[in-house]
């Protein structure tokens, strides 16, 4: 199957700051990828679309200047969440499909002192 | 109430019975039909897709569809230690490159 990598697989950082997380399709081409969150023992729900080239879709409640997301090429998204705080703290979870199957990639931890 | 409700467990069987795992939904809608593994701390992994109504079998599991009830199934027989994650369903309106709506997950232990 395709595989889907992100970056980095776990961060901690300090209220305030900013952090980046890469979602990288390594063998296939992705005009789309998908960013969730999932808190422990929650579901994944969907925070945001990202679409090659242009803006991204963000679901009712979450915030488009919070977590940016940039699409930059067709194998690379990054979600950026500005100023976390330690209610951001989750597990990150971003997919991408080459044809019908959607493939997840490992996960990011995010925890915020 | 949520799109997709799915009892999150935790469910602890014995090695070698039958797993049934169950969820519901309310938008009609939706046509395809996922079951995930997800094993702690890692991404999702899909185990079987249905598309409408109907039953489909890979080796042990089987996934059922029942639209006219809104209610899917994904039972697991012969079940081993191995299987033991959390199983997430999950559905949208097209297959391929659209968002996922996913149940809570349940969480299953396969006692030796």
């Known amino acids: 199957g395709a595989v889907v990598s992100q970056h980095p697989s776990r961060v901690i950082c300090k209220s305030g700051t900013s952090v980046k997380i890469e979602c990288r399709s390594l063998d296939f081409q992705a005009t789309t990828m998908f960013w969730y969150r999932q808190f422990p023992k929650q579901s994944l729900m969907l925070m945001a679309t990202s679409n090659e080239g242009s803006k991204a879709t963000y679901e009712q409640g979450v915030e488009k200047d919070k977590f940016l997301i940039n699409h930059a090429s067709l194998t690379l998204s990054t979600l950026t969440v500005t100023s976390a705080h330690p209610e951001d703290s989750s597990f990150y979870i971003c997919s991408a499909s080459p044809s019908n199957e959607q493939f997840f990639g490992p996960g990011t931890r995010l925890t915020v002192l | 109430q949520k799109e997709v409700e799915q009892d999150p467990g935790p469910l602890s069987v014995p090695e070698g019975a039958i797993v049934s795992l169950n969820c519901t939904y309310s938008?009609?809608?939706?046509?395809?039909f996922m079951w995930y593994r997800q094993y702690s701390r890692k991404g999702p992994e899909l185990l079987m897709y249905?598309?409408?109504?109907g039953n489909k079998e890979d080796g042990r599991f089987t996934a059922q569809v029942d639209k006219s009830s809104k209610y899917i199934s994904l039972f697991i027989r012969d079940s081993q230690p191995s299987d033991s994650a959390t199983y997430l369903c999950a559905m949208s309106v097209n297959f391929g490159n659209e968002k996922l709506t996913f149940g809570t997950g349940t969480r299953l232990t396969i006692i030796p």
């Open positions: 249905t598309y409408s109504s």
């Open positions: 938008n009609s809608a939706f046509q395809y």
